[in-house]
């Protein structure tokens, strides 16, 4: 028996990979913004699954996914200017959206490896905007969820052309 070859792949990917941006233009192409401060990322996309089983299955169960849902939920640090103090654009246009209706309530995002990985998102979504609160010594910070409305579509990663990784640390 053949000894199977081992996976080239050996560099465990780091978590903070993503880049989350928010089209802030009115209308025509997007103007893409880097949303700062993110300590936390996670995306996810849920399959609602249905039974499918027939007599033909021998008593096996079978399924069938018949909806995707997606969504995004970050945990920002609160950003604010040091001089003027005013909070940063991208995230206060999340604060807005989130606390509006119909078209104003909707924003357009994309995520993808900063890295240059084949790994990109794009997608509209509605905004959850949570403070976390907490005592004197510690740091403003926002829970937000982005609710996709419609498909997540896959787009060329922005930076695809990005040097590899530096993976050992230092200068590369």
């Known amino acids: 028996m053949a000894t199977p070859t081992p996976p080239a792949e050996t560099v465990t990917a780091l978590a903070r990979r993503y880049r989350l ?17 993110i300590t936390e990322f996670t995306p996810k996309i849920e399959p609602t699954q ?14 069938a996914v018949t909806m ?14 040091p001089t003027t103090g005013r909070f940063n654009a991208a995230q206060e246009a999340l604060r807005r959206a989130s606390m509006s209706f119909g078209a104003a309530s909707y924003v357009r ?3 993808y490896d900063r890295n240059g990985a084949p790994d990109a998102q794009e997608g509209t979504a509605l905004v959850t905007w949570e403070p976390e609160g907490g005592g004197p010594d510690e740091v403003d910070t926002i829970k937000v969820t982005l609710t996709g409305s419609g498909p997540l579509v896959e787009i060329p990663n922005p930076v695809g052309d990005a040097p590899p990784v530096n993976t050992k640390g230092g200068d590369a």
């Open 21 to 37: 941006e928010l089209d802030t233009g009115k209308d025509g192409p997007p103007t893409w913004a880097v949303i700062p401060g």
């Open 50 to 63: 249905q039974d499918v089983t027939t007599y033909d299955a021998e008593g096996w169960s079978e399924q």
């Open 68 to 81: 995707l849902a997606w969504s995004v939920e970050v945990t920002l640090a609160h950003r604010a200017h």
């Open 109 to 111: 995002v994309r995520y």
